[in-house]
């Protein structure tokens, strides 16, 4: 009679300390992960689904910059039934090995490593918390067991004429599936096996043995010349030992996922990919889909009435064309385009909100102006004012203007 082979323990690692400064000033006063995206979710939401979606009920994030709003989202939000022992929680630098802060994601493991101490699971997945996307993290895991390595790099497929901008996977033509080098962002990389004009780029997501893991980062500790990165210093040393795979993402299939949006994931680490990664959504057929309800983005946004779209004072309509309207928003006798509005925001009698992501509780006066814009929670547009228009003008105002774009931070005062 055949014995079913024991399930593996695993524990889910979130690396959720981002500064985030190329998204400034979106990230004056919370962490990248806790950036608000699509209307009612925070970029942790998209990680912390696709790891308890997998079944995953494990699960620790780590913290470290400005994280009181981080944190206040994963305790108020990610809340997990304790009859099985299952948890979502945030674990902030602790100085547990020093009087510092964490030098790096894998200084960050490193230094938390009492949480592997305590869980004793056999397997650790290590994804970050900044990307949007839909992954099986199961399909990886099956992959690491069954490859015998010590890690195992989740990769994506990209036009090798962008290599330069990706930590770079090369892989041994004879094994495609054993990483053969770890390039940062080379200028003349070899391309796939089976398609020389792409590469493997890394994700950023990591599937580890865990006492392989304890080792790479105990060991890495003691270096002082090493930058105490995953990708940068941790994966080499499983490189140089023959002991690391790669999976590549194409091959993740997710419920419910379809040929449009199948393979989809965007790092939205500028303001030009986060906004650019709206506009994927609001498309008539979206190029990631809000809407699979085979494998659901979890999020709390509060008790919010519905939307609500009525004529103006002056009896004038709304219009609204391939936007995202969150619970609580209210557009009266307004125009609406191409847009993400977020919980509780207004759009007041005559004014147009175009091409522009708005966060919580921003307000558009009467006959104001909104165009190719971001705008952060709590925001007041003045009636009659514009924003988005003219460039020169906003920087006069103190606006960021950046790649195309007019910027402002939460609860920036707007003059009219």
């Known amino acids: 009679m055949s014995v079913a082979p024991a399930r ?55 913290t470290q910059y400005k994280s009181h709003s981080l944190d206040r989202h994963v305790t108020t939000t990610w809340r997990m039934s304790n009859l099985l022992g299952n948890y979502v929680t945030p674990v902030p630098a602790q100085q547990r090995v020093g009087k510092r802060w964490y030098l790096g994601s894998a200084d960050a493991i490193y230094q938390s490593l009492n949480l592997l101490t305590d869980e004793q699971p056999d397997i ?58 770890f390039l940062e962002k080379p200028t003349d990389p070899v391309g796939l096996p089976d398609s020389p004009d792409e590469v493997l780029a890394s994700m950023g997501n990591y599937v580890f043995t865990a006492d392989a893991l304890r080792d790479a980062v105990t060991r890495d500790a003691e270096r002082e010349q090493s930058k105490h990165d995953m990708g940068g210093d941790i994966v080499p040393w499983f490189v140089d030992k023959s002991e690391s795979s790669v999976y590549d993402y194409k091959d993740n299939e997710v419920p419910g996922s379809t040929d449009r949006d199948r393979g989809y994931w965007r790092d939205v680490g500028t303001m030009r990919s986060y906004y650019d990664a709206h506009l994927d959504l609001v498309s008539p057929l979206p190029v990631f889909n809000l809407y699979n309800n ?57 004014a147009e909100v175009s091409d522009s992501v708005l966060m919580d509780g921003v307000h558009v006066g009467e006959g104001a102006i909104v165009r190719n814009a971001i705008l952060d929670k709590g925001v007041v547009v003045p009636p009659g004012t514009q924003i988005g228009v003219d460039a020169e003008a906003d920087r006069a105002r103190g606006f960021v203007v950046e790649d195309g774009l007019t910027v402002l931070a939460k609860q920036q005062d707007v003059q009219a």
């Open 124 to 181: 650790v997945v290590v994804v970050g918390a900044d990307h949007v996307y839909r992954m099986d993290f199961s399909q990886m895991v099956a992959a690491h067991v069954e490859s015998g390595a010590g890690c195992t790099v989740a990769a994506i497929r990209q036009p090798i004429s962008l290599a330069d901008q990706f930590g770079v996977i090369d892989v041994d033509p004879g094994d495609p599936s054993k990483i053969r080098a």
């Open 8 to 62: 593996k323990k695993i524990l889910a690692i979130v690396l959720a300390g981002g500064e985030g400064k190329r998204l400034m000033p979106l990230t004056a006063d919370r962490a990248k992960p806790a950036v608000p995206f699509g209307g009612i979710y925070r970029l942790i939401d998209f990680a912390l689904s696709n790891v308890v979606n997998s079944g995953y009920l494990k699960v620790v994030v780590l």
């Open 294 to 350: 085979a494998w659901p983005i979890y999020t709390s946004y509060g008790p919010h009435p519905p939307a609500k779209l009525v004529e103006g004072a002056s009896g004038a309509g709304v219009a609204t064309f391939n936007s995202i309207l969150s619970p609580g928003v209210v557009i009266s006798g307004g125009t609406v385009n191409q847009s993400v509005l977020s919980p509780a925001v207004w759009v007041k009698d005559g």
